[in-house]
């Protein structure tokens, strides 16, 4: 096999489990995750372009259960992906790397993009007037 | 490392600065705009700064997804064929889906 040309990831089945590769391998779960989402937006741009028929079948799919629960997932997923990119960003610039700040910035992360969701959702229902 | 593999880690986080904001708007967009109908959705994307900011999303969006897909396709798929495909696959998907949003919004647009 031709090696990749840059470090690989150290492999998942004999590699200790901890918040930082947990944390490591959810951005990536959700950025994989995000991208179908991504699939279900060009659809509804799609749609929204080319007939009422079109429209109100991705209409219908995101009203149905199945719909809001995705669209649930995706939101949660992307807060996450969100708040995870930016303790990246930071690391890329070289702050944060002091192993008690990555603990706490990973925390910060699992419970603001936990916040972020409820907030978003109760906020979105009440505007409906769902909620 | 190659000169590819900078210029693709430099424009992941290119494109990760410039979604921190795009996906702040598109978040509240969604909320707002969640069961509107078609002619409000076409009125909202018809306005030339929601138009735009929303096709920067898109372009951005899977640009980043193609970049990131790949180094995960890079570091789990070992086969050099199935890699190799694996990533032409995911480009060839995200073009496609970019060209296909373009063209929507496009239509909005101007088809008013």
Request: net charge neutral; charged share 10%; glycine share 10%.
């Given at each position: 096999?031709?090696?990749v040309e840059r470090p690989l990831s150290p492999h998942l089945q004999i590699y200790k489990w901890q918040l930082t590769s947990v944390l490591s391998i959810t951005h990536r779960a959700t ?95 009440h505007l409906r007037g769902q909620l | 490392m190659s000169r590819l593999s900078v210029h693709h880690w430099r424009n992941q986080r290119l494109t990760a600065l410039v979604l921190i904001p ?91």
């Open positions: 096999m031709t090696p950025g994989v995750a995000l991208s179908f989402g991504t699939v279900f937006l060009v659809w509804f741009l799609a749609a929204a372009a080319w007939s009422d028929g079109a429209f109100a079948l991705a209409q219908g799919f995101w009203s149905s259960w199945l719909g809001q629960l995705c669209l649930f997932g995706w939101s949660a997923a992307l807060f996450y992906h969100l708040l995870n990119g930016i303790r990246h960003l930071a690391w890329d610039i070289g702050l944060g790397f002091e192993l008690k700040t990555v603990y706490r910035s990973g925390w910060a992360v699992v419970i603001g993009s936990l916040l972020l969701t409820l907030v978003a959702w109760i906020v979105g229902l | 795009l996906t702040l708007w598109f978040v509240i967009s969604m909320f707002v705009h969640m069961g509107d109908s078609r002619a409000q959705i076409a009125a909202w994307l018809s306005r030339p700064v929601e138009g735009l900011l929303m096709a920067a999303l898109v372009l951005a969006v899977l640009y980043h997804m193609a970049l990131g897909v790949r180094v995960v396709i890079e570091d789990y798929v070992a086969d050099d064929g199935r890699r190799a495909r694996a990533v032409t696959a995911v480009n060839v998907a995200g073009f496609a889906l970019a060209i296909i949003a373009l063209a929507a919004l496009a239509a909005i647009g101007f088809g008013g």
